[in-house]
């Protein structure tokens, strides 16, 4: 056996090198590695693939891609899978219970495969809205050389419109037409049409919802590679962009920089002014709040409100504004946000993987002439951010709502009260829901449902009546898809199961959404609260047994980014 070692093989030692390994190499030979490629760097490729919807159903070429530049940059790449839930797939559904809990069984199975094998490096291909996170949250357990590669934002898809042209649209058109088709607006063709056309092929949904908005997060966490992450998933560019990211890990491992070096407070700081300056998603909260638990750093709702009270809202993307991932992607992307940022003195000056601090990737961007998808600071879509943190009787830790998209900072009216998702659907599709009407979800949050489901069914059909879109409020102690907009307050904590203020709520109750003054309020007074609280029986839990279980019986509040611990 060959004494001169690449330096980045380090922890793949133990695996392969030595007489005592002769047996574990023979498994390795066995199924086509050589003697030389287990005598180089071993480096993991954790791969989210899946043809159960587009967003990971590419993942495949991209893996090929990553290993190729593995093996050009003296790497030997070993492919292993784990799983992956869709959300839009699963959305209105039992099933939808699943997606937060498949961030925690992928970020551990990540972590098992590759402490298992003992890899001098990882590379996470994801692309999906849980398994961006639990691909960082693995990374920051681990601490080996390693990056995050997003597989990319689906195209637009195209709507033939009665005039000939075409319009671009995306799965949200879609969730809102079943609206708009149970408000009896479009006809079963014209669903159809929407169906048929949303979902032109691979890729993660188009707008800035949970996955783009993530995928972005990566970027400014310094944890995956700037503008290579924005390329779209079917672009003739992504296969290039995966090779390089393949280049970069070896590159990681040759000089030792590990996800820990690189992801600190600053950097997480980075993270949510980006979300902020772009209306990212509400799931952003809790996922960089799980993030940072892996990290060991403190961080609490109440962050989020302080950056995105002091980051003007620049950037005009769906669902609040017009524009789709690929627009941000060609105006700009990544590289110029950072750069809109920097100039503003909100960026700080943090290490990536690609080799360069995040301000020298600023000052290498590259504006679109013309462009009008990432405005100046001198011409804000808001003043302040995407994001809101209330708090209140009714949300003691806080709850999260995205001000993008819409123009109501006050709202009160009467609660409807619904125990279950499932329930308050059924009152918007069957048209008993009025005007001004507060919508009240619970028993959906990470213990209670459990599994946090998101509310897109509905915040989408009641978006899709005209009557109801601009008028009414709904606040839940689950979770809202980065596909929401309007006035939805989520992430409600504590949850109704734990017998958080939102259980004593009656049908008919007054609230107030008071967002000048950050506050969720139950117009009941405090010793009638306490008096229903101690009334309420919570429900008997969904599942005795199994991961559903398990997951109710060690998951934190979500103002805590509902980790298991």
Same mark, same amino acid.
């Given at each position: 056996?060959?004494?001169?070692?690449?330096?980045?093989?380090?922890?793949?030692?133990?695996?392969?090198?030595?007489?005592?390994?002769?047996?574990?190499?023979?498994?390795?030979?066995?199924?086509?590695?050589?003697?030389?490629?287990?005598?180089?760097?071993?480096?993991?490729?954790?791969?989210?693939?899946?043809?159960?919807?587009?967003?990971?159903?590419?993942?495949?070429?991209?893996?090929?891609?990553?290993?190729?530049?593995?093996?050009? +940059?003296?790497?030997?790449?070993?492919?292993?899978?784990?799983?992956?839930?869709?959300?839009?797939?699963?959305?209105?559904?039992?099933?939808?219970?699943?997606?937060?809990?498949?961030?925690?069984?992928?970020?551990?199975?990540?972590?098992?495969?590759?402490?298992?094998?003992?890899?001098?490096?990882?590379?996470?291909?994801?692309?999906?809205?849980?398994?961006?996170?639990?691909?960082?949250?693995?990374?920051?357990?681990?601490?080996?050389?390693?990056?995050?590669?997003?597989?990319?934002?689906?195209?637009?898809?195209?709507?033939?419109?009665?005039?000939?042209?075409?319009?671009?649209?995306?799965?949200?058109?879609?969730?809102?037409?079943?609206?708009?088709?149970? +408000?009896?607006?479009?006809?079963?063709?014209?669903?159809?049409?929407?169906?048929?056309?949303?979902?032109?092929?691979?890729?993660?949904?188009?707008?800035?919802?949970?996955?783009?908005?993530?995928?972005?997060?990566?970027?400014?966490?310094?944890?995956?590679?700037?503008?290579?992450?924005?390329?779209?998933?079917?672009?003739?560019?992504?296969?290039?962009?995966?090779?390089?990211?393949?280049?970069?890990?070896?590159?990681?491992?040759?000089?030792?920089?590990?996800?820990?070096?690189?992801?600190?407070?600053?950097?997480?700081?980075?993270?949510?002014?980006?979300?902020? +300056?772009?209306?990212?998603?509400?799931?952003?909260? @809790?996922? @960089?709040?799980?993030?940072?638990?892996?990290?060991?750093?403190?961080?609490?709702?109440?962050?989020?409100?302080?950056?995105?009270?002091?980051?003007?809202?620049?950037?005009?993307?769906?669902?609040?504004?017009?524009?789709?991932?690929?627009?941000?992607?060609?105006?700009?992307?990544?590289?110029?946000?950072?750069?809109?940022?920097?100039?503003?003195?909100?960026?700080?000056?943090?290490?990536?993987?690609?080799?360069?601090? @995040?301000?020298?990737?600023?000052?290498?961007?590259?504006?679109?002439?013309?462009?009008?998808?990432?405005?100046?600071?001198?011409?804000?879509?808001?003043?302040?951010?995407?994001?809101?943190?209330?708090?209140?009787?009714?949300?003691?830790?806080?709850?999260?709502?995205?001000?993008?998209?819409?123009?109501?900072?006050?709202?009160?009216?009467?609660?409807?009260?619904?125990?279950?998702?499932?329930?308050?659907?059924?009152?918007?599709?069957?048209?008993?829901?009025?005007?001004?009407?507060?919508?009240?979800?619970?028993?959906?949050?990470?213990?209670?449902?459990?599994?946090?489901?998101?509310?897109?069914?509905?915040?989408?059909?009641?978006?899709?009546?005209?009557?109801?879109?601009?008028?009414?409020?709904?606040?839940?102690?689950?979770?809202?898809?980065?596909?929401?907009?309007?006035?939805?307050?989520?992430?409600?904590?504590?949850?109704?199961?734990?017998?958080?203020?939102?259980?004593?709520?009656?049908?008919?109750?007054?609230?107030?959404?008071?967002?000048?003054?950050?506050?969720?309020?139950?117009?009941?007074?405090?010793?009638?609260?306490?008096?229903?609280?101690?009334?309420?029986?919570?429900?008997?839990?969904?599942?005795?047994?199994?991961?559903?279980?398990?997951?109710?019986?060690?998951?934190?509040?979500?103002?805590?980014?509902?980790?298991?611990?």
């Amino acid at each position: 056996m060959s004494n001169e070692l690449d330096p980045a093989k380090k922890n793949s030692i133990a695996l392969t090198e030595g007489p005592s390994r002769a047996a574990a190499r023979s498994y390795l030979r066995g199924v086509g590695f050589s003697k030389e490629d287990l005598h180089k760097p071993i480096i993991g490729i954790a791969n989210t693939w899946t043809e159960i919807g587009p967003c990971n159903f590419h993942l495949r070429k991209i893996a090929e891609a990553v290993k190729q530049g593995i093996r050009e +940059a003296g790497g030997t790449p070993m492919e292993f899978n784990t799983i992956t839930i869709s959300d839009g797939i699963t959305m209105g559904t039992e099933g939808m219970k699943a997606s937060l809990i498949s961030r925690e069984v992928i970020a551990d199975s990540i972590e098992l495969v590759a402490r298992g094998n003992s890899f001098d490096g990882l590379v996470c291909i994801a692309g999906c809205d849980k398994n961006m996170p639990a691909a960082i949250m693995a990374l920051a357990r681990l601490d080996i050389p390693g990056l995050m590669l997003y597989g990319g934002s689906i195209a637009p898809g195209h709507l033939k419109q009665p005039d000939g042209t075409s319009k671009d649209i995306t799965i949200l058109n879609v969730f809102e037409g079943m609206g708009s088709h149970a +408000a009896g607006k479009i006809t079963d063709d014209e669903l159809e049409a929407l169906e048929a056309a949303a979902c032109p092929g691979a890729g993660a949904c188009g707008g800035q919802f949970t996955a783009n908005t993530m995928a972005m997060a990566g970027e400014f966490l310094g944890i995956s590679p700037i503008e290579i992450t924005g390329v779209p998933a079917l672009s003739p560019e992504k296969h290039e962009a995966s090779r390089e990211a393949g280049r970069l890990v070896m590159d990681l491992a040759r000089k030792g920089i590990t996800p820990r070096q690189i992801m600190s407070r600053k950097s997480i700081e980075n993270a949510i002014a980006a979300v902020c +300056a772009s209306g990212g998603s509400t799931n952003a909260v @809790l996922h @960089l709040i799980a993030i940072a638990h892996e990290l060991n750093i403190p961080l609490s709702m109440e962050d989020f409100d302080k950056i995105s009270e002091h980051t003007p809202f620049i950037c005009d993307l769906s669902p609040g504004g017009k524009y789709n991932a690929k627009d941000y992607q060609e105006a700009g992307g990544s590289r110029l946000l950072a750069k809109r940022l920097m100039e503003r003195g909100q960026l700080h000056n943090t290490i990536t993987v690609t080799g360069k601090t @995040l301000h020298e990737e600023a000052k290498a961007a590259h504006e679109t002439p013309g462009q009008v998808v990432i405005h100046n600071w001198d011409k804000p879509l808001k003043p302040t951010g995407g994001l809101v943190i209330l708090k209140g009787n009714l949300a003691p830790e806080g709850c999260v709502i995205k001000v993008a998209g819409h123009e109501r900072l006050f709202h009160q009216g009467p609660a409807r009260v619904f125990d279950s998702e499932d329930d308050c659907f059924a009152a918007v599709e069957s048209g008993k829901i009025n005007p001004s009407d507060v919508l009240v979800i619970r028993y959906e949050g990470p213990r209670g449902g459990p599994g946090m489901r998101e509310m897109l069914a509905v915040t989408a059909a009641v978006k899709g009546i005209p009557e109801l879109s601009e008028t009414v409020a709904l606040l839940t102690d689950g979770r809202f898809s980065g596909a929401t907009r309007g006035l939805m307050a989520g992430h409600v904590a504590p949850e109704a199961q734990l017998g958080g203020p939102i259980a004593a709520v009656h049908e008919g109750d007054t609230i107030t959404f008071d967002i000048p003054n950050r506050e969720l309020r139950l117009e009941v007074p405090a010793e009638e609260i306490a008096a229903r609280l101690k009334a309420v029986k919570a429900p008997v839990p969904h599942f005795n047994s199994g991961v559903f279980a398990k997951y109710a019986n060690t998951v934190s509040s979500a103002s805590k980014g509902a980790v298991t611990t």
